[in-house]
């Protein structure tokens, strides 16, 4: 998954790597293989939502597509109750209340983002 790394840090701009993602998915007729879920698909999720996104009509159906296999609306708001330790400080936080980063795609608090994040933070919008 060219999106969710963790141990091999991804590179390039996070906005290079959704567009290749997205280029694969249709080179490859679409097929549900290349859908992002979990961190991905909070992290892209929430990057679309924020305004000035380049959104190509293939990243548009790209993303309904995720959310479609991710459950639809009910299936997003209950990824947002779930509750995760952040990496960093071990402390517990439902998804809608913390970010991710596009650097590593994992997720971070607010208090660990700045210590050891380069990335930039993706979260719950509006
Ligand atoms: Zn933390
Ligand atoms: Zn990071």
Redesign the pocket.
């Known amino acids: 998954m060219l999106l969710a790394t963790g141990a091999r840090p991804a590179t390039g701009p996070f906005a290079q790597r959704v567009a290749r993602l997205v280029g694969l998915w249709e080179a490859d007729g679409r097929s549900d293989r290349w859908l992002a879920g979990g961190t991905a698909f909070f992290l892209l999720n929430c990057w679309s939502m924020t305004p000035g996104r380049p959104a190509t009509p293939a990243l548009r159906d790209y993303l309904a597509a995720c959310r479609t296999a991710a459950g639809g609306g009910p299936g997003w708001d209950a990824l947002l109750r779930h509750r995760i330790n952040?990496?960093?400080?071990?402390?517990s936080w439902s998804l809608e209340n913390i970010r991710a980063c596009t650097g590593c795609s994992s997720y971070?608090?607010?208090?660990?983002?700045e210590a050891?994040h380069r990335g930039e933070f993706c979260e719950v919008v509006g």
């Open positions: 952040c990496p960093g400080c071990g402390v971070t608090c607010d208090d660990c983002q050891d």
